[in-house]
């Protein structure tokens, strides 16, 4: 548990104007860049933070602390770096985390922007990292630099290699439940697998108990109900719809198990699907979020550098209520 911590204060200690700070001084340490300047020193809040020449063309970087962007998010980002696009100078996303294999592909349509993952800013500034005084900046990328497979990347692999479609139902429900225990235990209890209800009218795929008494988890159970998790997965090949929904908003009570679910998806849910969602929300107060395939992949890489898994479904919640 006191590694687990740790691990995550790593990512949580470079907030903000620090993590642009040391990207700043490593930068000026590196003999490929010079002429290094924080933008806020010289223009203010400009949406760049940090411009340098960097072999032989000038980058414009925007740096973002958070290691995970939801693909909304991700879509605000590039609205506000866009006004650079027809600049002759290279624009620059560097943030301390991974995208998703969907997201990097989304990406590649737009070339007048680079993005400096962690994995990017770890080939870059290997020499610089290893010589900083910076403990917090080591933990960051030390797992970065381990070439053997992760739990996580074996993980990843199972779910990649699952095909789509009700025939393989018991196996992506097997994969489904490892990966959250993998992800959320001991935080939660172990997956509990095809649970009943008393008149056996709702069996539920996954549950997992929510018995933590600090941090994000203790929040949606205070908040949301969310005494259990409850996950439904459907490995669809086509669109979920909303009977899906519907189906989950039975498993939801007060007086069971909590009003919290997730519906673990392959693909994007048909937009019956989504509004259904908003229905049972304001009418019911049960909470449902989806998790796909991109999702998995974003936690898993989450928990193998160290940070915190949470945060996607954090994420997830904050833009299913922002939207409304």
């Known amino acids: 548990m006191m590694q687990s911590k740790q691990m995550y204060n790593a990512t949580s200690a470079l907030t903000g104007y620090i993590f642009e700070y040391e990207l700043a001084n490593m930068m000026k340490q590196h003999q490929d860049f010079s002429n290094v300047v924080m933008e806020s020193q010289v223009h203010g809040d400009s949406g760049i933070d940090i411009i ?42 560097a943030f301390p985390g991974e995208l998703s294999s969907k997201q990097k592909s989304e990406l590649r349509k737009h070339d007048w922007l680079t993005i400096w993952d962690i994995d990017k800013l770890s080939k870059i500034f290997y020499s610089q990292i290893r010589r900083s005084q910076s403990e917090e900046l080591k933990r960051l990328f030390e797992k970065n630099e381990l070439f053997s497979t992760t739990e996580e990347d074996e993980l990843l692999t199972q779910l990649n290699k699952c095909s789509k479609g009700t025939r393989h139902w018991m196996a992506y429900q097997k994969i489904c439940a490892n990966i959250l225990e993998h992800l959320f235990c001991p935080n939660l209890g172990k997956p509990i697998i095809e649970l009943s209800d008393h008149v056996r009218a709702n069996r539920r795929d996954i549950i997992m108990a929510n018995y933590c008494d600090e941090g994000y988890w203790k929040y949606l159970r205070g908040r949301y109900r969310a005494d ?7 490995n669809y090949s086509s669109k979920v719809d909303k009977s899906c929904v519907l189906q989950m908003a039975n498993y939801l009570k007060d007086y069971g198990p909590g009003m919290f679910g997730i519906i673990a998806l392959r693909t994007e849910p048909k937009e019956s699907a989504i509004h259904t969602q908003r229905e049972i929300w304001m009418a019911h107060n049960k909470l449902i979020i989806f998790i796909n395939d991109t999702d998995f992949e974003q936690m898993l890489m989450l928990k193998k550098n160290g940070n915190n898994p949470e945060e996607v479904i954090k994420q997830k919640i904050e833009d299913f209520r922002l939207g409304l």
């Open 52 to 93: 340098a020449d960097y072999r032989g063309e000038t980058v414009l970087i925007q740096c973002k602390v958070s290691p995970i962007f939801s693909m909304s998010r991700l879509e605000q980002v590039l609205k506000q770096l866009s006004v650079y696009k027809s600049s002759k100078d290279k624009v620059v996303l």
């Open 228 to 234: 259990y998790i409850i996950v439904d997965s459907k």
